[in-house]
């Protein structure tokens, strides 16, 4: 079984930081694009920042300039560095893998449980 699991959320204040990571569980030959997505109060899933496989990334305009994505291939995990935080990237944050491979079969479109970040005073 293949599972995404992300940690590293919690409350923190305007201007602050916050380091997540998602890391992916059980066999696993490969994983392609890997992103992180956010939904807020009231509001639709949105994408934050992908990368893909071989490093490169993409980020939303709302946090270009103060959101990091990284990856770290050897243990199938992707982190997102999240500096001078603002109260309206309070959300609950997804992370995202496309296409999972196994020695048994390709999952695709795989989600993790999410991670509640509140930016607040």
């Known amino acids: 079984q293949v599972q995404l699991v992300e940690s590293g959320g919690g409350l923190v204040q305007p201007g602050g930081s916050l380091r997540l990571s998602c890391a992916a569980s059980?066999?696993?030959?490969?994983?392609?694009?890997m992103a992180w997505y956010r939904q807020g109060p009231g509001k639709e899933r949105e994408l934050v920042a992908v990368?893909?496989?071989?490093?490169?990334?993409v980020y939303a305009d709302s946090v270009k300039g103060r959101f990091t994505i990284s990856r770290d291939n050897a243990n199938k995990a992707i982190l997102l560095q999240m500096n001078s935080l603002k109260p309206e990237d309070t959300a609950v944050y997804y992370c995202?893998?496309?296409?999972?491979?196994?020695?048994?079969?390709?999952?695709?479109?795989?989600w993790g449980q999410g991670t509640q970040v509140t930016v607040s005073s």
């Open positions: 995202h893998a496309d296409r999972i491979e196994t020695p048994w079969e390709a999952i695709y479109d795989n």
């Open positions: 059980g066999i696993i030959k490969s994983i392609q694009n």
């Open positions: 990368i893909t496989n071989n490093g490169g990334t």
